[in-house]
Nanobody
Framework: HVQLVESGGGSVQVGGSLRLSCAYS???????MGWFRQAPGKEREAVAAFKAGGGTPLYADSVKARFTLSQLNNTLYLQMNNLTPGDSAMYYCAADRQLSACLTSKFGYWGQGTQVTVS
């Protein structure tokens, strides 16, 4: 069983940066892990994902070259630079033992979310 706890959200000005953290417990080696976001009235969107332990990240086109996914010491990070109002959303960390989740976005474990507001 994997538990995920996000932190690091907040309010930031356009062009600013934030780093989201997702502390996780349980063995996740080989899992697909990533970040999603959902803005009010919009569908949940996959932001970035990779195979835990050394996979190449996959990014949504809307965040490529601005967001960076990384992992260190049981924490998943999402570095977000050059933020725009379009990035405002609740951000969720997710994990799944099936690597296919990185392509299907069907994850079994979710965090509670952290809010990002850009204005």
């Amino acid at each position: 069983h994997v538990q995920l706890v996000e932190s690091g959200g907040g309010s930031v000005q356009v062009g600013g940066s934030l780093r989201l953290s997702c502390a996780y417990s349980g063995s996740t080696y080989g899992y697909c892990m990533g970040w999603f976001r959902q803005a009010p009235g919009k569908e949940r969107e996959a932001v970035a994902a990779f195979k835990a332990g050394g996979g190449t990240p996959l990014y949504a086109d809307s965040v490529k070259a601005r967001f960076t996914l990384s992992q260190l010491n049981n924490t998943l990070y999402l570095q977000m630079n050059n933020l725009t109002p379009g990035d405002s959303a609740m951000y969720y960390c997710a994990a799944d033992r099936q690597l296919s989740a990185c392509l299907t976005s069907k994850f079994g474990y979710w965090g509670q979310g952290t809010q990002v507001t850009v204005s």
